[in-house]
Nanobody
Framework: QVQLVESGGGLVQPGGSLRLSCAVS????????MGWYRQAPGKQRELVAI???????NYADSVKGRFTISRDNTKNTVYLQMNSLKPEDTAVYYC?????????WGQGTQVTVSS
């Protein structure tokens, strides 16, 4: 059974930084892509960043230049480095893993950007 566990969320002031982590139980190599999504209150879940097993990345326009997705295969962990955070980045952030049989989701971690 594959499990994804996020950590690293919290409260940060505008302009600050946070790094989210997503630990994958089992092999991260079983995923053909790993990504981060977020959902703000009253809004649909949206893609923030995604990385294929080959290292190709894609970002939402709203986070380009501020967020960076990366992975450490030795630790079976995916990261989301978030810099220059804005109040509109406030949301629950979810880790996602994609396999041919379907998607796997973490439980989510709250990120709040506020002064």
């Amino acid at each position: 059974q594959v499990q994804l566990v996020e950590s690293g969320g919290g409260l940060v002031q505008p302009g600050g930084s946070l790094r989210l982590s997503c630990a994958v139980s089992g092999s991260i190599f079983s995923m053909y892509a790993m990504g981060w999504y977020r959902q703000a209150p009253g809004k649909q879940r949206e893609l923030v960043a995604i990385m294929t097993s080959g290292g190709i990345t894609n970002y939402a326009d709203s986070v380009k230049g501020r967020f960076t997705i990366s992975r450490d295969n030795t630790k079976n962990t995916v990261y989301l480095q978030m810099n220059s955070l804005k109040p509109e980045d406030t949301a629950v952030y979810y880790c996602n893993g994609k396999r041919t049989v379907g998607d796997y989701w973490g439980q989510g971690t709250q990120v709040t950007v506020s002064s």
